[in-house]
């Protein structure tokens, strides 16, 4: 099973994902953590990131895919969240066409919705109650993040209904409850 958590910064997809890696023994896929990884194990990707992240750059999505691709390759697991990814059109296409390759499938693609309003405030309640306060708990940063994925993140949306494969979960209710319906729409997947 391979799916995509979809929806804005501080819609839960964070949340939701380790309860289907814990649940489903799915292997949860975050580009900032396999950069992290990559670099920290000192691997030739990890070189090239490292020298383009020191210099203040974005890493090439030439790089993020080659990641996915290697990870997807040798990972075992009962299938894969995509967590933060893609991040655009281009991205989309070119991970099924890795998908492809690999002779793997989309699944499902689950936008978490949640309006602007409730994400800018559960920021800043999340930065209230925290002691390990990330410095993207502001409501500054976090409009000039949701201005991007207005803009370039949602674009990606009439892709994925085309392939009937993107299902809307409403973000709005408890944890608990989008969980659950997270969950229905995964047992209507086909085995």
């Known amino acids: 099973?391979?799916?995509?958590?979809?929806?804005?910064?501080?819609?839960?997809?964070?949340?939701?994902?380790?309860?289907?890696?814990?649940?489903?023994?799915?292997?949860?896929?975050?580009t900032g953590d396999m950069l992290r990884e990559?670099?920290?194990?000192?691997?030739?990707?990890?070189?090239?990131?490292?020298?383009i992240m020191n210099r203040?750059?974005?890493?090439?999505?030439?790089?993020?895919?080659?990641?996915?691709?290697?990870?997807?390759?040798?990972?075992?697991?009962?299938?894969?969240?995509?967590d933060g990814f893609p991040r655009n059109l281009?991205?989309?296409k070119a991970l099924d066409k890795i998908l492809h390759e690999l002779k793997l499938r989309l699944d499902l693609v689950i936008e978490i919705v949640v309006n602007d309003e409730v994400l800018i405030n559960?920021?800043?309640?999340?930065?209230?109650?925290?002691?390990?306060?990330?410095?993207?708990?502001?409501?500054?940063v976090l409009k000039n993040r949701l201005n991007i994925y207005h803009e370039s993140t949602?674009?990606?949306?009439p892709y994925y209904l085309d392939q009937k494969k993107l299902v809307k979960i409403d973000g709005m209710r408890s944890i608990e409850q989008v969980s659950s319906d997270i969950e229905g729409q995964l047992q209507n997947i086909e085995k």
Do not use: C, H, W, Y
């Open 1 to 30: 099973m391979i799916i995509i958590l979809f929806g804005p910064p501080g819609a839960g997809k964070g949340t939701q994902a380790q309860r289907l890696v814990d649940k489903l023994n799915l292997k949860q896929l975050s």
């Open 38 to 51: 990559a670099i920290t194990e000192g691997s030739e990707l990890g070189k090239k990131a490292s020298s």
């Open 56 to 82: 203040g750059e974005l890493v090439s999505d030439d790089i993020i895919l080659s990641m996915i691709k290697d990870k997807l390759r040798e990972s075992r697991s009962d299938g894969f969240i995509f």
């Open 90 to 92: 281009e991205q989309a």
């Open 122 to 140: 559960r920021i800043e309640n999340r930065a209230k109650e925290s002691k390990n306060v990330r410095s993207d708990d502001n409501e500054e």
């Open 154 to 157: 949602e674009m990606i949306k």
